[in-house]
């Protein structure tokens, strides 16, 4: 009979798990604590004076807690490593990143609620006219590191010079960058590109094409099933109903579309 009791005690952790309520499995701690980055307006934007956040991201947020019937924390990242090791230490709950195979490593990547697209980013007379130009031998690609599109730029890019940043450069530094001549062309994300063109004065302009699509996902730390099952049907419905749609809307996004929820 003590044989049977390890076996015994595995079905009643089991039955236990399989019996928590989503607001148990999403927000152990009582409160969903989500964390994104802050920067990057696909996912959301932060006021600069009142530090309300507000977006695709602030909005999947907020109607998940009002799901579940918990308050909420919603935390800005730097980059993609905070939000991963955020996850990792369980100083977050749920993360959004765009899938990458490299960060699927450390962390399970969930639903999709955003395919994002990606333009690069050249001064307004360069003779660069489309993505296909710019794998060129000669040709300075800048990028952020550990980004979506450094990721891309670095592993696909053969004769072009690809040239890391740490951090994205401030407006007035982009446009010297590139009007100097010391990079011919910033690899970012549309919406990026579209606002660094808007606030160039015509200085800076972003391709027409998209050189990447990428789905923003949510992402959880590894081997939390319960939680990617639990999100999988939270955004199938929001996707369903048009409130994606209308949030990406509301936010004026014009780099991304809402994803096909069709599996990777």
Same mark, same amino acid.
């Given at each position: 009979m003590r044989y049977l009791t390890p076996f015994f005690l595995i079905?009643? $952790?089991?039955?236990? #798990?399989?019996?928590?309520?989503?607001?148990?499995?999403?927000?152990?701690?009582?409160t969903l604590r989500a964390i994104f980055l802050g920067g990057n307006p696909v996912q959301g934007r932060v006021d600069p004076k009142t530090g309300e956040a507000?977006?695709?991201?602030?909005?999947?947020?907020?109607? #998940?807690?009002?799901?579940?019937? /918990?308050?909420?924390?919603?935390?800005?990242?730097?980059?993609a490593q905070v939000i991963l090791d955020a996850l990792k230490d369980n100083t977050a709950d749920i993360g959004f990143l765009a899938y990458d195979s490299a960060r699927a490593r450390e962390a399970d990547f969930g639903a999709a609620f955003e395919v994002m697209f990606n333009s690069y980013l050249v001064r307004s007379d360069s003779p660069i006219k489309k993505s296909a130009d710019v794998d060129r031998t000669g040709v300075k690609v800048a990028a952020v590191k550990g980004?979506?599109?450094? #990721?891309? $730029?670095s592993s696909h890019l053969k004769k072009a010079k690809v040239r890391v940043f740490q951090t994205m450069p401030p407006q007035g530094e982009v446009e010297?960058? #590139?009007?100097?001549?010391? /990079?011919d062309v910033f690899a970012i994300n549309r919406q990026r590109s579209l606002d660094a063109q808007a606030a160039s004065g015509s200085k800076l302009r972003a391709l027409s094409?998209?050189?990447?699509?990428v789905e923003q996902c949510f992402v959880v730390e590894k081997g939390a099933r319960a939680k990617l099952d639990a999100i999988e049907k939270f955004v199938a419905e929001l996707r369903s109903s048009g409130f994606i749609k209308v949030s990406i809307d509301r936010a004026k996004l014009t780099g /991304?579309? /809402?994803?096909?929820?069709?599996?990777?």
């Open positions: 079905c009643l $952790v089991a039955a236990f #798990l399989s019996a928590q309520s989503p607001s148990q499995t999403l927000a152990p701690t009582g507000t977006g695709p991201v602030p909005d999947l947020v907020r109607e #998940l807690a009002r799901r579940l019937g /918990v308050p909420y924390k919603i935390i800005s990242a730097p980059d980004q979506t599109q450094e #990721l891309f $730029v010297r960058l #590139l009007g100097s001549g010391e /990079v094409d998209s050189f990447l699509e /991304v579309d /809402v994803a096909s929820g069709k599996k990777r």
